[in-house]
């Protein structure tokens, strides 16, 4: 089973698990698919991370996240005025070196079975042949104007000043040929040959960091997944360069110390996971970076110990405060997450991401896809937010070749017999790590199914700003009421986050996918 945020790309995962091969082609041969078919944040010019459970007990986790350029410089984002400038966010000075190309051949390397010309060849097939588009893509592409239409983007998006109408074919022939020569020459043509050419060379041409050098260098990297517990659970997660599984993790540890969970829904339950985030944020934001660069406290963050220490914290009827600093949260949900599960049991959670929609906008013409502005995920200037409110410190400056701190949060979960249950993940920024943990914490202490998991009302809070976001009808008046008097600055909000996962039951596999997204679920089984 693929749950993914493409009904065609979940299709094409689904094609390569009948040709017999596992998990990881399937979630590779979705990768690339995704790239094609879900163009706002499946790519080939961002990054990601791969968790993988094989049903022999190996676990495995690849970070193939964006590098700062080597020209990247501390300040680089910093206007005259002091004031950051807009150039992490949009166009080309806002690109990391792409790490998914890398990252997807490599996962395929140590785990596939099939050969990878034939895992690519749905991805190529949807490309060249195209697809029909559909209403949610139609749209995507038409909000997305305003990023894309100053870049050579605007000819294939917007081929007669408008978005490609409902129900035409869209094919992307320059994008098919990428992956073919991928799919005959390995990483090696994107990061070496002629593809690297085009890439630093349109670089080099409107003002870009990213040399030929810089993809040369480019190297994804295999880490010790982060293995925790939860109520006799096991999580299997990101470590960093992801924030995601050590934030999960603390969060979860914080709300074990809890003794007995509080009813779904309650003003117990919300002050208590919104304190949990709270805390685990704080850190976060603080201490978490590239562990090539900054010594990160894994130990300590992760214990049981710890989190019983901030437990003490939370007092049973008041809210503490962040201090405060104010800055609103843009919305959006241009990340993307995939869960595969095969008939042998291998289990793969993948999240990858050109961060906003269409990435920096900037579109390369020769290779066909466009390029990331994950360089936003740094503290462009530490201590003050960046586009999602984050305000983070010193562990997450700009360097040259470093990893920017990402949210995404690849898991997978195991019951209490060790047998897989649960691959989860999604896409939204730092709301990625709460709905992933609240998802978790529905199955697991709630009891729920993945389905009622699933569409629960979510909440959200990241230390600062100091704010409890909920899904608005998501609590009671009554409940809104009682987290008020208890010190919660509360808002209701949009959708928090985009989840898709698929969870093992006595009757078999279930996917789901964000049933706050667009259409009807975009799982695909077999
Ligand atoms: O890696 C990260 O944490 C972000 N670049 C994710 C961005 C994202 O989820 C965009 N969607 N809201």
Redesign the pocket.
Known sequence: MVASDASLASAAGVEILKAGGNAVDAAVATGFALAVTYPE?GNLGGGGYMVIRMADGRVAALDY?EMAPLAATRDMYIGPDGKVTGESLIGPKASGVPGAVAGMVEAHRKFGALPLARVLAPAIRLASQGFPVDSALARSISNAKYRIENYPGKAVFFPNDAAPPVASRFVQPALAHTIQLIADSGAAAFYRGSIADTIAAQMQRDGGLITKEDLARYRPDWREPLRSTYRGYSLISMPPS???GTTITETLNILEAYGPAARFGSAERVHAVASASQRAFIDRNSKLGDPAFVQVPLDKLTSKSYARELRKTIASDKATPTPQLERTIT?????THYSVVDGGGNAVAT?T?I???YGSGVYLTGPGFFMND?M??FAAQPGKPNM?GLVQGEANAIAPGKR?????SPTIVLDPQGKLLLVVG???????ITATSQVILNVIQNHMTLADAMRAPRLHHQALPDTLRFESAGLTPAVVDSLRAMGWGIVSTGSV??VNAIMRTPGGLVGVTEPRDRGPSRAVGH
């Open positions: 944040a996240r992801s924030s995601g919305e959006g949900m241009h990340t999240t991401t961060n906003n929609g994950e936003d995920d999602f920017m701190l990402s949210a995404m999604a896409a939204g920024g730092p709301r990625i986050a985009n």
